[in-house]
């Protein structure tokens, strides 16, 4: 039994002037499925943190009440883990599913959080095995959770909850990391486990028509209904009007390690490059590799002497760090885990970018009110759009962007891909690593895929 209800609901997080919401009041019926729509920074996060009882009162200040099945939501002690931290009968899928990986073997990662609560010894693996096979979860038990890549991690973090048999399934975004097919498996299963269980489902999604078959009713939150993504919403289109400049970047039989696949591949100047294909198939890999972070095992990158500056002939990934960063800005998947700084205005002026470009990459990407803002304090929205802004601040030649759009409402995407489009006709080249099949319709002067 789980019935939700705000009264008059507030959050002000801690350090914050603005309220992430307030004044909500909303009632969520026992069985019931609520799509929770709203701008990226409305506060949708934040309002399934406060009904997993995630939200410390030390944290922020709180104003009327939320209630769960008649009673404030409290958390289960500290030391489970930081998604199985929520009570028993919730289950919740955070916006980032690495943050909530706790074992290093995939199936005691599900065990987990049965052993938890205390599930009978002889249930629990035929239970972890079922959430994983439901999930699409391509590896056996063992798989090491630190190897996996972003969608993988998605799915194994959903059969973790799946497992549990939450009478309240929270998920915040649960398929921004999947691959078409994988996110229709992944709401195939979601579907399958509401109604077995007859749960109350509040998810998360920008992408409203994607997930209104799995939905009752949508509610969206904010002052902004109009960054809510619906069906027939009116896109950009800007594909590149003049030819391809030179070559910039070229892998030569560059092996992406892990499925023998070679590499041949160009990034032109002036040329969006959209890098394609199924959740394990190398993307990230073959990203790390375009931008100079990682050294190949086999084959190689070859800049050429325009990109290369003072280090022709050198391949990129032998390239001084700070150097790096100006010839060839990386966006990475995770870029979250990798601020450095505690402000967002620092963090866009740390590659010595002049003021007023950090001010125009602030106002067109919605974050100038964000500015003294700790860049780890951001919502996810927030933080890729910051992660894009910082690499963009730098003013590489290329720029290799793993995900750029992820986590962004109709509002912000639309910014964000008239801001790269506009990167690209500058002369600049983009490699997009993207499951974003809009992003790619919009963008994409060619495409390449790569398969598992
Ligand atoms: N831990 C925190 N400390 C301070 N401010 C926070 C914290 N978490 C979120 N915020 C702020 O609260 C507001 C709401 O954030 P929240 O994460 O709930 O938004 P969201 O609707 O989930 O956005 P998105 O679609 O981008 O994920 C934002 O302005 C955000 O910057
Ligand atoms: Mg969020």
């Given at each position: 039994m789980s019935t939700v209800e705000f009264r008059g609901f507030g959050w002000r997080h801690a350090g914050r002037k603005a309220w992430a919401v307030r004044h909500l009041d909303l009632r969520i019926e026992h069985g019931e499925r609520v799509l929770l729509a709203g701008a990226s920074g409305a506060g949708k996060s934040t309002l399934l943190a406060a009904l997993a009882g995630l939200l410390a009162e030390d944290s922020g200040e709180q104003e009327g009440e939320v209630l769960l099945d008649g009673r404030p939501p409290r958390a289960a002690p500290s030391g489970s883990g930081p998604a199985r931290q929520a009570r028993a009968g919730t289950g919740i899928v955070f916006q980032d599913p690495q943050t909530q990986l706790v074992m290093s073997r995939a199936g005691d990662d599900v065990a987990f959080?049965?052993?938890?609560?205390?599930?009978?010894?002889?249930?629990?693996?035929?239970?972890?095995?079922?959430?994983?096979?439901?999930?699409?979860?391509?590896?056996?038990?063992?798989?090491?959770?630190?190897?996996?890549?972003?969608?993988?991690?998605?799915?194994?973090?959903?059969?973790?909850?799946?497992?549990l048999r939450p009478g309240l399934l929270l998920l915040d975004e649960p398929t921004a990391n999947l691959d078409p097919d994988g996110a229709q498996l992944v709401r195939t299963a979601i579907a399958k486990v509401i109604q077995d269980l007859d749960a109350t489902l509040v998810l998360v999604e920008h992408r409203v028509d994607e997930a209104l078959p799995l939905v009752d009713r949508t509610i969206v939150i904010g002052d902004h209904p109009d960054a809510v993504w619906t069906p027939g919403a009116a896109l950009p289109s800007r594909q590149a009007v003049t030819t391809p400049g030179e070559t910039l970047l070229t892998a030569e039989s560059l092996r992406l390690p892990h499925n023998n696949t070679t590499v041949h591949e160009v990034v032109l100047r002036g040329q969006a490059l959209a890098v394609e294909g199924p959740n394990g198939a190398g993307k990230t890999t073959l990203a790390l590799l375009l931008g100079g972070l990682t050294k190949p095992a086999s084959g190689r990158v070859r800049a050429s002497s325009a990109l290369a500056g003072r280090d022709a002939g050198r391949p990129p990934h032998r390239w001084r760090a700070s150097r790096l960063a100006t010839r060839i800005g990386s966006v990475f998947q995770n870029p979250e885990h990798q601020f450095v700084t505690d402000t967002v205005r620092a963090e866009l002026s740390l590659g010595g970018a002049p003021a007023s470009a950090v001010d125009t990459l602030l106002e067109r990407l919605r974050l100038h009110h964000l500015a003294l803002a700790n860049p780890f304090t951001l919502s996810g929205g927030e933080q890729r759009r910051l992660s894009v802004a910082t690499a963009l601040a730098a003013a590489p030649q290329v720029l290799i962007l793993d995900e750029p759009t992820f986590g962004q409402d109709l509002r912000t995407w639309r910014e964000l891909v008239t801001l790269l489009a506009d990167q690209r006709d500058e002369g600049r080249a983009l490699v997009l690593v993207t499951h974003d099949a809009q992003l790619v319709d919009a963008i994409a002067d060619r495409r390449t895929r790569l398969t598992r």
């Open positions: 959080g049965l052993e938890n609560r205390a599930v009978p010894r002889d249930e629990i693996w035929p239970r972890v095995d079922a959430a994983l096979t439901a999930v699409g979860f391509p590896y056996d038990r063992a798989r090491d959770t630190a190897a996996l890549s972003g969608g993988e991690a998605q799915r194994l973090a959903i059969a973790g909850v799946i497992a």
